[in-house]
Structure formats: structure tokens, C-alpha cells
């Protein structure tokens, strides 16, 4: 940080009551209010520095004392002190942090070489463009503390050249950066880096209010110098910084009610930072955008910023982790279950424009598909995650599951172990909502394991069970388990006469039909071709027909997609 010094005399200033007064043997005859304090001083040391005091005392005996408002001075009462003790010789310090001030008082005050040689003025602009400038820290507060005196700093041009020296630091290669920066990654000096990293400068420019830091990355992304992940990686560092809950998995730190004043600062980040995100894919990672999605409908961002959050997010949600995807719901009754309606409306972004590449041929099959089926191992990763959730409906559940096309599933295990999971956490729920659940299930996209399992497990819907059975005889190159099965449907049509309810308590295999599929896996190691002809002659695999015990109705199973 750049300093300037000014004067050799002792401060002799002091305060009593609301005015400041100076020691000297001489008596005041010179008071300048300024809101509410006066200052007593002498016209002999004032007027022939400052050509405004100058004009104003014209018409006054030397021998009156004057008072003279200057309640519109910029800077206040401050920055007239730094011109007055110029004036009498005091030393004074200048830096970054009050050279605006002192620069807008200056100017006010007409400091200037034409009302006398040496003034202040000069002084100041000269410090400003020899030193300030030069600097990378000094030109940042610089340029922070204009947002006191806007238009003055405008005028005056100190905004712009700030900018400007701002902006060529930044485009300056990373070998010639040798001026002090603040970079405090985790892990960046372990690793003991020798090399200026490429995003050195973000984090300054971070502290800058928010319309002074858009007018930076307008003026460097205009320079097309700079690659679109440097400019994301300045809004991510950005976001942190001014959003506390960015990095948050809950926003429960923040009310609503206790400060609508800060809420409305993080809605106007938000709708800034949103704008400025650069068009090419991967600028911003897709965590950061799904985080951004969050909080733009926590502080009730404008619907253009949500919607095109969004359709960024559907762009990249094939790079996507399941931690980016667990973001907390903004329903007030369940704070703390899974924002599953914006993953939702992620997804239906990626499938409209994965449609529209499909049916255009813009991109490969290869790619297409590829693409669409790491998708669908995220959904049903992220399925299984918010199915331990009590809170999530199932029409939530129903609508992420059932929204990817078929070809999306090259396997459906990960789907049934989400479906298996919630069906565990809400035993309560219906039949028909069982059904629903397990609708989107295609039994023979199951492995060999898992459809095992599925056979065995007594949450399932009956009509799964037996998808599940037959799919796994039919994958069988001997096919003898349909005995089995036979005595399965035979031994469960014996219940239909109970409420569903009942029924599904009972869809566990009992000792005898444990000991008939033990059979027919003999059968089947044995290879027994007799069975095999019997299957293709009397069953379907799509349908089966079986009569119930003590019953004439048939009961049809159809294979439920």
C-alpha cells in the first residue's frame, strides 16, 4: 500500500463540544460549518489556497469574522480537515483509503496551481497516477471507496482509470504478475506453488461493490482475452462472498423476516451474477449452478434469472455429482427435505434439448446415449438418496422415475433399490401407490441377483413378484423354474380372497414353495429338456393365466411397465 506525506507541522487541532479549533496566538476570524461541526480558523491561512473561499469572502472586511456554509462539500467534515491542515502546514497522511475524499474536497475547494503554486490538487492527482494506480491493492480500495462520491468519481475520472488499471493487471501474463495478491484456496500453500495461479486476482475484486465488480468483468471479458472459466471462477468467488448460505447445505441461517434489507442485496447478487455467467458450456460448474437455482428461489429472484438458471443447469447435468443434487427443499413445512421439484425441473431441461439433438442429429448416437444413460444413473443414485427421506411424496418419487425414456435404463437395478428403499421408509403407503411406484420397473433389465431378491421381497407389489419369476426363468437356458412359479401363483391365489392389504403381508415363499424352487433349480442343473418343451407349450411370459383354489374367476398377471 502506496502512502503519501504532506506537511512537517504538529497536529494542533483539538475538539471542544461540536467545533474543532486550532492553537494558534492568533484569533479566529474564519468559521466554516460544515453539518454539524465548526471549524474556527484563519482566513490569512485559507483563502489564498482555496479559490472557492476566495470568492466567498470578497465582500467582507478583513477585520469581520465570516462564517460560510459548506454542508455540500464531498467527503464532510473529514475531507475538509485534510485540505485545512494542508493549508496550515500540518502534516497529513494520504493513502487508497482517503485519497478520494481529499481529491473530490480538493477539487471542491479549487486547490488547484492556477490559485496558487503548489497547491493541493495537483499534489493529490499526481499521487493518483504515479502511485495509486501503479498498484494493484491500491487501485482496488481506490476504486471501492468512489462508491461514497459516485458522481464526483466520475467526473473526475477516477472510476474509469481505476477500471482501466484494474482490467490491464488482470489481462497481464501470469510470468509478469509480480505485485502482492490475496489467494487463500485450501491446500494452495501446502502445495508450495512457485507459479502465480491463473485466478490470482479474484479474490480482490471479490470485496468491490457489486455494480463496480460487473463493470470490471464487462470491461475484461471485452477484451476476449480471458477464457469463460476464468471469468466463472471470479462470479463463483464472487457468490461466496456475498451470499453467506452459498456453501450451506441449509438457509436455515438466514430469516427472512429479521432482515428484508440483506435479502434484498442477495436477490440483486443473484440476478447480477446470473447475467454475467458466460454462454459457453462449462464456465461455471454445474454444482454451482444447481446451488445458484437454490438460492435464486430461496430470495425470490426474478423468473427470467430462474428460468435461465435452469436451462444452463439441463446443459451440463450429465457433470453433475449426487452431492450436487441433494439440495434442501424451500417448502416451509418440511425445511429439511430434498428440493426434488427443481432436480425435476433440471431434468425436464436436459430431456427437451436432448430430444431436440436427438431428433435433429446434431450430436452422435454414440454421444446421445452415452450422455442420456449417465443421466439416468445420477436420477435413480439421487432417487435412492431421497427415498430415506419420510417427507417425499410419491408422486415426486413417481414423476423423477418414470421421466427418463426407456432407453435411458441399460439396467434397472438402481431402480429397484430406490424403489426398494422407499417402500422399507413408508410401509403406510396404499396398494395402488405401490403399484404406481413400481410401474416404471422392467423386470427383465433386472440382473440375476436382483431379480432373486425382488422374488423374495414381500414389499412388492404380487404382479412384480411375478415378473421378477418369470423373467428369471425365461433368462434361464434350461427354464425348468417354472414349476416353481406354478406352485408360487397357485400357492397366492388361495389368498385373493383376503383384502390386498392382507395379501401383501403374505407374499413371502413358504417352506413348500422354498423346497419347489429348490426342486426346479435341480431340474434346471440337470438340464432337463421335458420341462422346457412344457413352459414354451403352456406359459407366456408376457401373460399368464392362473386358477385360483376354490374359485371359477382367473386371475391375469401382466407384466407391468
Avoid at 197 to 226: G, M, N, Q, V
Avoid at 367 to 376: E, G, P, T
Avoid at 425 to 446: F, N, W
Wanted: glycine share 4%.
Amino acid at each position: 500500500m502506496k502512502f503519501m506525506k504532506i506537511g512537517t507541522k504538529p497536529d494542533t487541532f483539538y475538539s471542544q463540544d461540536a467545533s474543532r479549533i486550532l492553537i494558534t496566538d492568533s484569533p479566529n476570524d474564519l468559521v466554516i460549518r460544515i453539518n454539524n461541526t465548526s471549524y474556527h480558523l484563519h482566513r490569512s491561512s485559507l483563502v489564498p489556497k482555496c479559490g472557492l473561499l476566495r470568492r466567498l469572502c470578497t465582500d467582507s472586511e478583513e477585520s469581520d469574522s465570516v462564517t460560510i456554509e459548506l454542508n455540500d462539500i464531498p467527503g464532510g467534515a473529514d475531507a475538509f480537515e485534510l485540505c485545512a491542515k494542508f493549508c496550515y502546514g500540518i502534516t497529513i497522511n494520504l493513502s487508497a483509503h482517503n485519497l478520494v475524499d481529499a481529491l473530490c474536497a480538493s477539487k471542491f475547494l479549487r486547490m488547484s496551481d492556477s490559485v496558487e503554486k503548489g497547491n493541493l490538487l495537483p499534489k493529490l492527482e499526481s499521487f493518483f497516477h504515479s502511485c495509486v494506480l501503479q498498484g494493484w491493492k491500491d487501485s482496488i480500495v481506490t476504486l471501492q471507496s468512489t462508491a461514497k462520491l459516485p458522481e464526483w468519481c466520475e467526473n473526475l475520472g477516477i472510476i474509469r482509470k481505476c477500471i482501466d488499471s484494474i482490467v490491464e493487471k488482470i489481462l497481464t501474463p501470469t510470468a509478469q504478475v509480480s505485485w502482492s495478491h490475496t489467494y487463500t484456496r485450501p491446500g494452495y500453500q501446502k502445495r508450495k506453488h512457485h507459479s502465480v495461479p491463473r485466478d490470482w486476482w479474484t479474490e480482490d475484486i471479490s470485496d468491490l461493490d457489486l455494480d463496480l465488480f460487473r463493470c470490471i468483468i464487462t470491461a475484461a471479458r471485452s477484451s476476449f482475452t480471458l477464457p469463460p472459466q476464468l471469468i466463472g471462477e471470479a462470479l463463483h468467488v464472487y457468490t461466496c462472498r456475498w451470499l453467506p448460505y452459498f456453501k450451506s447445505k441449509s438457509h436455515s441461517g438466514f430469516s427472512v423476516k429479521e432482515n428484508e434489507a440483506a435479502l434484498e442485496r442477495h436477490r440483486r447478487v443473484v440476478n447480477t451474477v446470473v447475467n454475467m455467467i458466460p454462454a459457453d458450456k462449462g464456465s461455471v460448474s454445474e454444482g454451482f449452478l444447481l446451488r445458484l437455482v437454490s438460492i435464486a428461489s430461496y430470495v425470490g429472484a426474478s423468473l427470467t434469472t430462474k428460468t435461465e438458471l435452469i436451462r444452463k443447469a439441463g446443459l451440463q447435468l450429465e457433470e453433475a455429482t449426487l452431492a450436487d443434487l441433494l439440495l434442501p427443499s424451500q417448502s416451509s413445512s418440511h425445511l429439511h427435505r430434498y428440493d426434488t421439484d427443481l432436480v425435476a425441473a433440471v431434468l425436464d431441461s436436459f430431456l427437451m434439448l436432448w430430444r431436440r439433438q436427438s431428433s435433429a442429429h446434431i450430436s452422435s448416437n454414440s454421444q446421445l446415449l452415452h450422455s442420456i444413460r449417465k443421466v439416468a444413473k445420477l436420477i435413480d443414485s439421487y432417487l435412492q438418496a431421497v427415498a430415506q427421506d419420510v417427507h417425499i411424496p410419491v408422486p415426486n418419487f413417481v414423476s423423477l422415475a418414470e421421466a427418463l425414456p426407456d432407453i435411458a435404463r441399460e439396467s434397472h437395478d438402481r431402480l429397484y433399490k430406490a424403489i426398494n428403499m422407499y417402500l422399507k421408509v413408508h410401509p403406510e403407503i396404499s396398494k395402488e401407490e405401490k403399484k404406481r411406484l413400481c410401474r416404471s420397473l422392467d423386470c427383465q433389465k433386472l440382473s440375476a441377483e436382483v431379480r432373486a431378491h425382488a422374488v423374495k421381497n414381500e414389499r412388492m407389489p404380487l404382479r412384480t413378484v411375478v415378473q421378477a419369476l418369470f423373467f428369471d426363468q425365461e433368462s434361464s437356458s434350461k427354464g425348468v423354474l417354472s414349476q416353481a412359479a406354478s406352485q408360487v401363483l397357485a400357492s397366492r391365489g388361495k389368498e385373493m380372497h383376503t383384502d390386498e392389504t392382507s395379501m401383501m403381508h403374505k407374499l413371502h415363499l413358504g417352506p413348500a414353495e422354498t423346497a419347489s424352487i429348490g426342486k426346479a433349480k435341480s431340474m434346471r442343473e440337470g438340464g432337463s429338456q421335458r420341462g422346457e418343451e412344457k413352459i414354451r407349450s403352456s406359459t407366456d411370459p408376457k401373460k399368464l393365466v392362473r386358477q385360483g383354489t376354490g374359485s371359477e374367476r382367473k386371475y391375469h398377471v401382466s407384466r407391468d411397465r
